[in-house]
Nanobody, 120 residues
Framework: QVRLMESGGGSVQTGGSLRISCAAS????????MSWYRQAPGKEREFVTS???????TYADSVKGRFTISQDKSTSTVYLQMNSLKPEDTGMYYC??????????????WGQGTLVTVSS
């Protein structure tokens, strides 16, 4: 079973940058996509960005041009580089693995989240 652990969250001022990480542990025989979601206080969780099994990336309109997702398969780590941060980027950031295939081990999983706070 794959487990995810986010790290790197913190507080930053408007216009600043932050890089958060998501380390995956455990074996999976399944091809997978990796995604970042975020949840602001009092709001629903929303999609931020993803990288699929082929390396294709997708971004929410609100972060295009400012955020970059990348993946180091040798260390099973996914990164989210966040630049030009705004107060509305504040929230808990969650990593998600979406596994593909009929194998019973191909289960989706979420990390516990890392908090990003952007002050004005």
């Amino acid at each position: 079973q794959v487990r995810l652990m986010e790290s790197g969250g913190g507080s930053v001022q408007t216009g600043g940058s932050l890089r958060i990480s998501c380390a995956a542990s455990g074996y999976t025989p399944c091809p997978y996509d990796m995604s970042w979601y975020r949840q602001a206080p009092g709001k629903e969780r929303e999609f931020v960005t993803s990288i699929d099994v082929g390396g294709i990336t997708t971004y929410a309109d609100s972060v295009k041009g400012r955020f970059t997702i990348s993946q180091d398969k040798s260390t099973s780590t996914v990164y989210l580089q966040m630049n030009s941060l705004k107060p509305e980027d504040t929230g808990m950031y969650y990593c998600k693995i979406t596994q593909h295939g009929m194998d019973w081990r191909c289960l989706d999983a979420w990390g516990q989240g890392t908090l990003v706070t952007v002050s004005s």
